[in-house]
């Protein structure tokens, strides 16, 4: 017989035949992952694009608005509208908006003036919303949708 120091214990055999389980990931289950992101930004993306195409529209509009507060005070001064830009301290007579996404320019009517916002480089994949009006009497309207000064 031997003594209990000299014989594996019935636990010690056991572990012995067992392979031990190294953890980590199988094949399948990245592909399963890889698969679910590429759902998930599919849906997800288009919105977003057009949420960024969204937040450049306010941009026009609040640019319209400036131009046309700075008209009224050129009005309420020298009882005149002017269709040059310059004289609000732009550049040039006509400006890009600070994102380069809108072209601003104005022009002189009969009755007052018409300042017009129009989408240029990446702004021009808003298929809705490519030029945006307003006018002395605060008259705002766009193209080819009509809806895009709504928030």
């Known amino acids: 017989m031997a003594a209990a120091g000299d014989l594996p214990s019935g636990r010690g055999v056991l572990m012995a035949a067992v392979k031990p389980v190294i953890p980590g990931f199988v094949l399948i289950e990245i592909m399963v992952v890889v698969a679910l ?14 949420h960024v195409l969204g937040s450049y529209r306010r941009e026009a509009c609040a640019e319209l608005l400036k131009v046309a507060n700075m008209q009224q005070l050129l009005l309420a001064e020298q009882y005149r509208y002017s269709a040059d830009l310059t004289e609000f301290g732009f550049a040039h007579s006509s400006y890009l908006t600070e994102s380069g996404r809108f072209r601003i320019s104005a022009v002189l009517t009969s009755q007052g003036y018409q300042l017009k916002a129009m989408a240029t480089g990446a702004q021009q994949q808003d298929s809705d919303c490519q030029v945006f009006q307003l006018d002395q009497y605060g008259v705002k309207s766009s193209q080819p949708a009509a809806d895009c000064w709504l928030p």
Do not use: D
Not at 37 to 50: C, D, F, K, M, R
């Open 37 to 50: 992101i590429g759902i998930i930004l599919s849906v997800a993306l288009p919105g977003y694009q057009q």
